[in-house]
């Protein structure tokens, strides 16, 4: 009867384990990598972008001297323009994490006069959390028409989001919840 009580437990705690695991997945990019989010050096922020892979799930984290900088996400002619105006959030903690929720772009810049026009911004483009095999779209989602701009091709909406990511997502976090509940609640 021990044996069997305390073999329950060690189940229950791998299971809370496994299931915390599954929430934290995500990767935390900081922008800028160790030179953080600055206009000094000349950073190319497209380069530092186009070497990661950043996925539904994934933070984005901006490091950065909030008495010089911030951080406005902004929607994309604003970004084109630089035009801090009219911003989707802004941030200016200094150590900003950014949840990316959604599959599409995510355009970031400093609002601070001058500084994106000297290359203080970002752009990322998020995935989906591919979760198993997927279908392959078929030829004529990539067929270019006069309603379909190539920038419209490459970024999807909210209502295209993977509702098979949010599902486990929300799955590993009920199960969390619940086997956090058990083993606090009725293990100890």
């Given at each position: 009867?021990?044996?069997?009580?305390?073999?329950?437990?060690?189940?229950?705690?791998?299971?809370?384990?496994?299931?915390?695991?599954?929430?934290?997945?995500?990767?935390?990019?900081?922008?800028?990598?160790?030179?953080?989010?600055?206009?000094?050096?000349?950073?190319?922020?497209?380069k530092?972008?186009?070497?990661?892979?950043?996925?539904?799930?994934?933070?984005?984290?901006?490091?950065?001297?909030?008495?010089?900088?911030?951080?406005?996400?902004?929607?994309?002619?604003?970004?084109?323009?630089?035009?801090?105006?009219?911003?989707?959030?802004?941030?200016?903690?200094?150590?900003?994490?950014?949840?990316?929720?959604?599959?599409?772009?995510?355009?970031f810049?400093?609002?601070?006069?001058?500084?994106?026009?000297?290359?203080?911004?970002?752009?990322?483009?998020?995935?989906?959390?591919?979760?198993?095999?997927?279908?392959?779209?078929?030829?004529?989602?990539?067929?270019?028409?006069?309603?379909?701009?190539?920038?419209?091709?490459?970024s999807?909406?909210?209502?295209?989001?993977?509702?098979?990511?949010?599902?486990?997502?929300?799955?590993?976090?009920?199960?969390?919840?619940?086997?956090?509940?058990?083993v606090?609640?009725?293990?100890?």
């Open positions: 009867m021990l044996f069997r009580m305390a073999f329950d437990k060690k189940i229950v705690a791998f299971l809370l384990m496994v299931a915390l695991f599954g929430v934290s997945l995500g990767a935390v990019h900081k922008v800028g990598d160790s030179k953080g989010w600055t206009s000094l050096g000349n950073i190319d922020y497209s530092w972008a186009s070497t990661k892979s950043f996925h539904v799930g994934d933070s984005l984290l901006f490091e950065y001297n909030s008495q010089f900088h911030n951080v406005k996400q902004v929607p994309h002619n604003d970004f084109q323009s630089c035009n801090a105006t009219s911003a989707i959030a802004s941030y200016t903690s200094g150590s900003d994490s950014v949840p990316l929720k959604r599959p599409g772009h995510f355009y810049l400093c609002g601070v006069p001058g500084h994106c026009q000297a290359g203080q911004k970002v752009d990322v483009l998020v995935t989906a959390t591919s979760v198993g095999p997927s279908a392959s779209p078929s030829p004529s989602a990539f067929a270019s028409s006069p309603a379909n701009s190539p920038s419209e091709l490459l999807p909406g909210p209502a295209q989001s993977s509702a098979l990511s949010l599902i486990f997502s929300e799955l590993s976090l009920a199960l969390s919840s619940f086997v956090t509940i058990f606090f609640g009725f293990a100890f």
